[in-house]
């Protein structure tokens, strides 16, 4: 199944709490695609990770610190996903 979408939507999708990744929502993909999605979370870890915020500010460290959360997780699960079907990435 192709990527309905923009990839980079639903890796920020992912970092905002609105969709997370598992196995069987990873079936419906194939290998391009798992490369695809594995990118553009980078890419989206990275921009987070850019982000400045004022460390007086909690909430925003707080809120950044759970993207990056999700994304980690997400990433770990993709990854473990296509060790055990032997999907090279």
Known sequence: MAISGNPKKLAQDIAGGFYSLSPPVLKKYNQADLKII???????????????????????VKAKNMQISRLNQALMVLRSYCKKMRIPI
């Open 38 to 60: 594995l990118s553009n979370l980078t890419l989206v870890q990275r921009e987070i990770r850019q982000k400045q915020v004022p460390l007086e500010e909690v909430q925003l």
